[in-house]
């Protein structure tokens, strides 16, 4: 049992940066490998990063290295910082958790939240 509460999006011109967060409760947070997703619309989900409770990081090449994800486990919390934003970055975001806590692969993320929109303008 894990509960998921994104927050952090918003309307940001090209260019610009947001820092999108994620408070998990449920479960011991440390057990779990964290990542983010997005879909865009008329796409599927697209996984964008994830994170182990060691600190390792997986990342989706599409981002170009723009986007960074790290973890505050005292704080049950995981972020998503994004820089230079593109149009093409818009989308909901959604924040899930991988109870394996590998978080290489995207089936096994079993937990979502209810999504964050991030629109970029040009």
């Known amino acids: 049992q894990v509960q998921l509460v994104e927050s952090g999006g918003g309307l940001v011109q090209a260019g610009g940066s947001l820092r999108l967060s994620c408070a998990a409760s449920?479960?011991?947070?440390?057990?779990?490998?964290m990542g983010w997703f997005r879909q865009a619309p008329g796409k599927d989900r697209e996984f964008v990063a994830g994170?182990?409770?060691?600190?390792?990081?997986y990342d989706n090449d599409s981002v170009e290295g723009r986007f960074t994800i790290s973890r505050d486990n005292a704080k049950n919390t995981v972020y998503l910082q994004m820089n230079s934003l593109k149009p093409e970055d818009t989308a909901v975001y959604y924040c899930?958790?991988?109870?394996?806590?590998?978080?290489?692969?995207?089936?096994?993320?079993?937990?979502w939240g209810q999504g964050t929109q991030v629109t970029v303008s040009s």
């Open positions: 899930a958790a991988d109870p394996t806590g590998w978080g290489d692969r995207t089936d096994r993320y079993a937990y």
């Open positions: 449920g479960r011991a947070f440390v057990s779990l490998a």
């Open positions: 994170i182990r409770w060691t600190g390792r990081t």
